[in-house]
């Protein structure tokens, strides 16, 4: 199983955004869990995928909107942080990506946890995959697009000092959940 890296940058603008932001937008909710706060994405009307630590119990989906949706754990993989979600009449989904960005191409970074809840990203990488971009404590279980508005990956941890995250490549994650 491939980890991803995501190395949280403060100094992003320099980086332009892909044009197509509205799936990112439209697709990733928030996750409240009373205690914390997470991000989800959408990958159809009654499912989501988040990170596993933000899965552990029934909470809330807020999205874009506002609107409320109940959440609860669906199937959690045993070695990845990462976990499917079940809820009710999401009006957006997520497209997931066929394969991985090349290295050097333009990424979202969408979650809850930053003011911007879409930030540009670059595709970097070497022995992991790495993604240079904000990434902020809140965006656990947000999604990673390409350039066409695809998910790719979803970010799974943030650490501050040094600034690094974690994502799960979404392609694999279908595998981490067993028969």
């Not at 997470?38 to 933000?54: I, R």
């Not at 997931?96 to 979202?108: K, M, S, W, Y």
């Not at 022995?127 to 904000?134: E, L, N, P």
Request: proline share 11%.
């Amino acid at each position: 199983m491939k980890w991803l890296c995501l190395l949280a940058l403060t100094a992003c603008s320099q980086v332009a955004p892909p044009p197509n932001v509205a799936p990112a937008y439209d697709s990733v909710y928030a996750l409240d869990l009373g205690d914390r706060h997470c991000s989800a994405v959408a990958l159809g009307p009654d499912t989501f995928v988040t990170a596993a630590h933000c899965a552990d119990k029934p909470g809330l989906l807020v999205g874009p909107d506002g609107s409320l949706y109940p959440a609860e754990q669906r199937a959690s993989s045993p070695v990845a942080d990462i976990a499917l979600g079940r809820s009710e009449a999401l009006p957006s989904k997520a497209r997931v990506a066929q394969e991985l960005p090349r290295l050097g191409e333009p990424v979202l970074i969408s979650g809850k946890g930053c003011l911007l809840p879409v930030r540009p990203g670059l595709w970097v990488g070497g022995q992991s995959w790495v993604v240079s971009g904000q990434v902020c404590p809140g965006d656990s279980g947000g999604g990673i697009f390409n350039k066409s508005g695809e998910l790719v990956a979803i970010i799974s941890m943030y650490q501050p000092d040094p600034p690094l995250g974690f994502v799960v490549p979404v392609g694999e994650a279908a595998s981490l959940f067993g028969p």
